[in-house]
T-cell receptor
Framework: QQQVRQSPQSLTVWEGETAILNCSYEDSTFDYFPWYWQFPRESPALLIAIRPVSNKKEDGRFTIFFNKREKKLSLHITDSQPGDSATYFCAASAYNQGKLIFGQGTKLSIKP | DPKIIQKPKYLVAVTGSEKILICEQYLGHNAMYWYRQSAKKPLEFMFSYSYQKLMDNQTASSRFQPQSSKKNHLDLQITALKPDDSATYFC?????????????FGEGTRLSVL
């Protein structure tokens, strides 16, 4: 059972454009949603995270929009840079549970 | 310097053999985890430990056994290795099990089973 889903599987945008990565979940007990990015041959690294008390979290060019009613969230990357090319993972965890459930990832390519 | 050390970085094993993947963290974290990443299943939770106690096990096979000799160590023993076990195994840690804090990942051990 896939509890966290991401779309699209891959995405290509031009440098300077806004990339939008989507994520949805099924378990209503999930209350923490970190996004990780992973470069080839490296380990996942935390990029930004949100809790459902907020519907938006911003960190520089990266913004999470969260819709609790629809169980959806999205990661917006504005002014995309070639260095943003990576695989992005949406993850979720429930309160008092340390484990993260990851989506399948979105491979983002930024064309210069 | 990496704060989560995994050894070895690369590992080649033959089918049926046994290997131990080493993980130690120097972050003062109380919770440690194992995740697995392969082409078939991108990032899959395996185990979580808190204060050296097993908290969650999502691995169906008993061939995978975590071992915690110290609070900052969480090794992973894999017995009767199969080619399907080929994957990158990531150790991770966070301050606590109950903080909903995103774990930090080690650099991984890339296991190939022939």
């Amino acid at each position: 059972q896939q509890q966290v889903r991401q779309s699209p599987q891959s995405l290509t945008v031009w440098e300077g454009e806004t990339a939008i990565l989507n994520c949805s979940y099924e378990d209503s007990t999930f209350d923490y949603f970190p996004w990780y990015w992973q470069f080839p041959r490296e380990s996942p690294a935390l990029l930004i995270a949100i809790r459902p008390v907020s519907n938006k979290k911003e960190d520089g060019r990266f913004t999470i929009f969260f819709n609790k009613r629809e169980k959806k969230l999205s990661l917006h990357i504005t002014d995309s840079q070639p260095g943003d090319s990576a695989t992005y993972f949406c993850a979720a965890s429930a309160y008092n549970q340390g484990k993260l459930i990851f989506g399948q990832g979105t491979k983002l390519s930024i064309k210069p | 310097d990496p704060k989560i050390i995994q050894k070895p970085k690369y590992l080649v094993a033959v089918t049926g053999s046994e290997k131990i993947l080493i993980c130690e963290q120097y972050l003062g974290h109380n919770a440690m985890y194992w995740y697995r990443q392969s082409a078939k299943k991108p990032l899959e939770f395996m185990f979580s430990y808190s204060y050296q106690k097993l908290m969650d096990n999502q691995t169906a096979s008993s061939r995978f056994q975590p071992q915690s000799s110290k609070k900052n160590h969480l090794d992973l023993q894999i017995t009767a290795l199969k080619p399907d076990d080929s994957a990158t195994y990531f150790c991770a840690s966070s301050l606590g099990q109950y903080n909903n804090q995103a774990p930090l990942f080690g650099e991984g051990t890339r296991l190939s089973v022939l």
